[in-house]
């Protein structure tokens, strides 16, 4: 029989902890920020910067980033670390979606936009086309900008994944989240942990040159030997790019906080990713999948790899596509 000492720590299991006072953060204030608000309200565009409560929002509006959620506000999968609403779903998506992203980033001042969306198990491509025809609107409307796309893992269906190649993003990231060991219990039972290496690996088997990215949640109970075993992962099939963030319960019905890394982790997480020879880690408390920090230095490189390739198409280099 349950006694008392028993019922109250089931009750605490999912009790969010006090947050540290390095996760704090002010409320996000400023006229860019307003101003960027009220559009996308007016327009009924979501963004993760505002559904997820990113606590780096204003800072990344202010500096010329921001993160649009596409194919709708409901994900056909429960992943149990995450807050946006999980549903089962009729295969319809929002026809005009598509050119209301690529208007409303005409009208922002940006550099650097990230498109990513729920998971659409229920759609045949899982969205795939609809991601396609958003970055296209977004090459025509807004030539200069850069696009990073976070995308499903598509099932690891390549088809789906070549519709996005095709529409040529800059930067092409699809999220790991946690450990192997980890990952049955945080993430989706159709998601995991070889499908999202897979493909990674197989967006730089066919375009090379084009840069991958992906993101570790810390908190959730890894240790030490399964982070370092995610990164040599990571580094075997290619990947550029790596982030590191605090995870932070979103509420009660998620998974709870099991460790809070100090900054200085994190300062040591980046010093071992950049020994292992990613092209750039963010790696902070605060840090998120597509936090403004690794945006600035991803322009430059960016850019220079364009570079590279139209002096090897001058030079009759070889077919980037492959």
Request: proline share 5%; aromatic share 8%.
């Amino acid at each position: 029989m349950e006694n008392s000492s028993d019922k109250l720590s089931s009750k605490k299991v999912h009790r969010r902890e006090p947050k540290p006072s390095w996760i704090k953060v002010k409320p996000p204030a400023g006229e860019t920020y307003f101003g960027i608000k009220n559009m996308l309200k007016d327009l009924q565009i979501a963004t993760v910067c505002q559904e997820a409560g990113c606590p780096n929002i204003a800072e990344c509006w202010q500096g010329g980033t921001a993160t649009f959620m596409i194919m709708g506000d409901t994900c056909t999968r429960g992943c149990r670390f995450c807050s946006v609403n999980t549903a089962k779903l009729d295969g319809v998506l929002p026809v005009d979606e598509p050119e209301k992203v690529s208007y409303a980033l005409s009208k922002m001042d940006l550099k650097y936009v990230v498109i990513t969306s729920v998971d659409r198990d229920d759609v045949p491509d899982g969205g795939a086309a609809h991601f396609a025809k958003t970055i296209d609107l977004i090459h025509q409307s807004c030539p200069d900008l850069l696009i990073e796309v976070l995308t499903p893992d598509f099932s690891g269906v390549e088809a789906h994944i070549d519709k996005i190649i095709s529409a040529k993003p800059d930067v092409f990231a699809q999220n790991i989240e946690t450990v192997k060991r980890l990952t049955k219990r945080v993430r989706d039972p159709r998601a995991g942990y070889e499908q999202t290496l897979q493909v990674l690996k197989y967006i730089k088997q066919q375009v090379p040159p084009m840069i991958t990215k992906t993101s570790i949640m810390l908190g959730l109970g890894e240790t030490e030997d399964e982070v370092m075993e995610t990164l040599k992962d990571l580094r075997s099939v290619g990947c550029d790019v790596v982030t590191f963030g605090q995870y932070l319960q979103p509420s009660k019905k998620q998974l709870k906080v099991e460790k809070f890394y100090t900054p200085e982790e994190f300062d040591y997480w980046k010093i071992v990713a950049d020994n292992l020879g990613f092209f750039y880690v963010a790696s902070g408390p605060l840090v998120r999948s597509s936090y403004k920090a690794g945006e600035y230095f991803m322009q430059g490189m960016i850019k220079k790899m364009k570079t590279q390739e139209q002096q090897l198409e001058k030079e009759g280099g070889t077919n980037v596509g492959g």
